[in-house]
């Protein structure tokens, strides 16, 4: 059983930064590699990147040039850093290991 918290969303203006933080526990290998997802109201869920062992850092179209994915093994931390945020990234916020999921935080992007 693996568990993923996500953490730090909330409301933010457009152009401002924000963020994410993804808690990695349980039965997990020491090389992993975690995937941000998002999903927009009435939206199919969109893969925003991911980081991992071995792996370059990879990003969606959407984001890309504005978001930043880093980690740290020793914590069993992933972070997602959003920069020049706009309406269309509001979205409920997922981290995915293997088959599981967190429960997401919010993000809205709104003046």
């Known amino acids: 059983q693996v568990q993923l918290v996500e953490s730090g969303g909330g409301l933010v203006q457009p152009g401002e930064s924000l963020s994410l933080s993804c808690a990695v526990s349980?039965?997990?290998?020491?090389?992993?590699?975690v995937t941000w997802y998002r999903q927009a109201p009435g939206k199919m869920r969109e893969l925003v990147g991911f980081?991992?062992?071995?792996?370059?850092?990879r990003y969606g179209d959407s984001v890309k040039g504005r978001a930043t994915i880093s980690g740290d093994k020793t914590k069993n931390m992933v972070y997602l850093q959003m920069n020049s945020l706009k309406a269309e990234d509001t979205a409920v916020y997922y981290c995915?290991?293997?088959?599981?999921w967190g429960q997401g935080t919010q993000v809205t992007v709104s003046s």
């Open positions: 995915n290991l293997y088959e599981f």
């Open positions: 349980g039965n997990i290998s020491s090389v992993y590699m």
């Open positions: 980081w991992g062992d071995g792996h370059i850092p």
